[in-house]
């Protein structure tokens, strides 16, 4: 079965701090491993990644895959009140399904 | 580009009622999914289309889900009769065939939060 854990589940830093965030994936047919944020509503995109060691970056977010360690990891650098939220990360496969994780809920303090 | 939209935003029915949810997703877009997202939990898939087939319903609780995109755009997603641990948000989300974009990137609607009393 198909599978994406993710660590920590929950994430307490003050602002200012650098988290990094842990996905792990155990799936058939891996396409794209994916992460989105969940505020209140609905997952927002982040980073799609499909080749491995290839770093993405948007502003203090950046994200990387590992391939032979079917991992990835999302760090956030300076980090601020707004960045509280659930972070999760799916599995893209092929024939475009999507396996999500429990997701990291990670709060910042002021 | 507009979103993904679903309607309606938040439903309350008490258990044993029916229950609909409605789903237009990004013009264009042929693959459709429908999760349900319990709370503390990530979203599960219930069912994928692509046009108005169905690719992978395999986690939809057949007794009581029931799905359909008969147009290929629009999709409903119904439950009946909705039991307390259908408690949850459903999500809908979209994305276009492998190719077009490079990546199958999925953009999800606001979706509607659904609890059973």
Known sequence: ?110 | EAGVAQSPRYKIIEKRQSVAFWCNPISGHATLYWYQQILGQGPKLLIQFQNNGVVDDSQLPKDRFSAERLKGVDSTLKIQPAKLEDSAVYLCASSSPWGLAGDNEQFFGPGTRLTVL
């Open chain 1, 1 to 110: 079965e198909d599978k994406v854990v993710q660590s920590p589940l929950s994430l307490v830093v003050h602002e200012g701090d650098t988290v990094t965030l842990n996905c792990s994936y155990e799936v058939t047919n891996f396409r794209s491993l994916l992460w989105y944020k969940q505020e209140k509503k609905a997952p927002t995109f982040l980073f799609m990644l499909t080749s491995s060691g290839i770093e993405k970056k948007s502003g203090r977010l950046s994200s990387i895959l590992d391939k032979k360690e079917l991992s990835s990891i999302l760090n956030i650098t300076a980090t601020q009140t707004g960045d509280s939220a659930i972070y999760l990360c799916a599995s893209g496969v092929y024939g475009q399904n999507f396996v999500f994780g429990p997701g990291t809920r990670l709060s910042v303090l002021p």
